[in-house]
């Protein structure tokens, strides 16, 4: 099929049953290279609220050729979570995907398509999380699409940061995260990684955003992960597995803060206008 | 219920349907340490030869008070693999798993228990391997048991191994390895592991199992998993993640070879009388 920005936006949510586990808290926990025991062992065992961004996600939705995109041209280009209530260890979860904006950028640059995912608890109907994903499509501009224009990116303080965390990715972290079940073969296969214009598989960007949300955790809510409760950042730059991401971060008042993540081996900005939420 | 020998002789058998997935397979070749594609991509994917032992594995068995089992000081002494048909990397199976034999070796020592489990493809009813674990109970001798003795450990030959292979495991190797299925909390909870008397959690058993196993068909089967056929060893030595564990292998004549594992940092044995059959 073709690629029809139209067609995405008027379809009907992608419904997702979730049946979160233990084991998928702690395999989740893993691949993004958590290692202390409240998200690792089932004794006392807490999520990361980063787990928001695998919780009912339908799948690497746009290798299915009913989306007439170019799969090996995507990027992940922003991410932001919500988190309204503590996410669970263990339980039924569903979530509902759409498409609600998809802004053309024309021919020879691509489409941003703003996949919206909402997570509800079976057991009760409530929504606990949002997990928005904005996909830049490189390969799919120039066929019109939503009005207006995208929302601005989060502003960086100009001055040093508050806090800092340096947290390492392993060589090998792609392999575990996509076990979380985003398959893109991008994140582990040399000749799809190649093809895709990178000299080897990158990292997924929402495993340095699950890395990047430990350093948060750490730095401002002293490790008590329920406590954060929004993260939102842009992508600005592939990482590599095996490289070491250090996090600035700017408090803006009571609960809100701002930050950026560079790759120190090249020093290079790799999520920037970075904004959380926590209390 | 109190320790009975002839009552879990005579039990029926515990059986065990199991949804073999890409994602197990996969997290079970990452729990054993392998990285190369062929284990860990579902694109061309091979199952290790030792993911038997987890395949219809019952869980923790001996932590259910209705065995009467001092859990806590079981140890795992011995394991054997044999492999009839190839590992499938998906599919539905079965485990059926009886307790074949326990020796008495004394109030003072423990019960030794023979584990039998035998694996079937649920498609066509096939018997496609056997896992048999002997576990020492070590806090549950003296209450008698099977007639005869355990089979003879298999012989290492007095002379320079043919081939060796040596291979780390990582300091979090067990946390991983864990996610198959056994959750014995002496292998992640440091309370738990001082109460059996080690200075911090110990590997799996199995884990090292799976490790060496690894070793095997580097040396013996070229890379090809599905052409090793048999693997039993017994554990002589436990096995702290992080270290590093080299195999000497013995050619023993067509397709037949013996093999022995030693911690590198602690020139200690830690898998003895070690015997694999390969085609």
Do not use: C, M
């Given at each position: 099929m073709a690629f029809d920005p139209q067609k995405l936006l008027s379809a009907p949510p992608i419904v997702t049953r979730y049946t979160l586990t233990e084991n998928k808290a702690i395999l989740y926990a893993l691949g993004v290279g958590a290692r202390e025991l409240q998200f690792v062992?089932?004794?006392?065992l807490k999520a990361l609220p980063t787990m928001g961004v695998v919780?009912?996600?339908?799948?690497?939705?746009?290798?299915?050729?009913?989306?007439?995109?170019?799969?090996?041209?995507?990027l992940h280009a922003e991410q932001s979570t919500q988190i309204f209530r503590p996410l669970p260890v263990k339980g039924e979860l569903r979530g509902e995907t759409r498409f609600v904006a998809l802004y053309d950028k024309g021919a020879d640059k691509g489409t941003l398509c703003i996949v919206e995912r909402k997570i509800f608890?079976?057991?009760?109907?409530?929504?606990?999380a949002t997990a928005n994903q904005t996909t830049f499509?490189?390969?799919?501009?120039?066929?019109g699409g939503s009005e207006g224009s995208p929302p601005a990116p989060h502003a960086i303080p100009d001055?040093?940061?508050d806090k800092s965390v340096t947290l390492e990715s392993s060589w090998d972290q792609a392999i575990l995260y996509r076990?979380?079940?985003?398959?893109?073969?991008?994140?582990?296969d040399p000749a799809v990684a190649k093809a895709a214009g990178f000299e080897k598989p990158i990292l997924h960007g929402l495993c340095s955003y699950g890395i990047v949300g430990r350093a948060l955790v750490q730095a401002l809510?002293?490790?008590?992960?329920?406590?954060?409760?929004r993260m939102d950042c842009r992508f600005s730059s592939p990482v590599y597995p095996g490289e070491t991401l250090a996090t600035e971060i700017w408090i803006e008042g009571e609960g809100k803060a701002a930050f950026r993540t560079k790759v120190v081996e090249r020093d290079?900005?790799?999520?920037?206008n970075g904004y959380a939420e926590f209390i």
């Open positions: 062992y089932e004794d006392g919780i009912g996600y339908p799948g690497f939705i746009w290798r299915d050729p009913a989306y007439g995109v170019n799969w090996q041209k995507i608890d079976e057991a009760d109907g409530a929504l606990i499509l490189r390969g799919d501009g120039g066929h001055r040093p940061a076990l979380s079940g985003d398959l893109n073969p991008l994140h582990i809510v002293d490790n008590n992960p329920e406590r954060l409760t290079l900005v790799v999520l920037n």
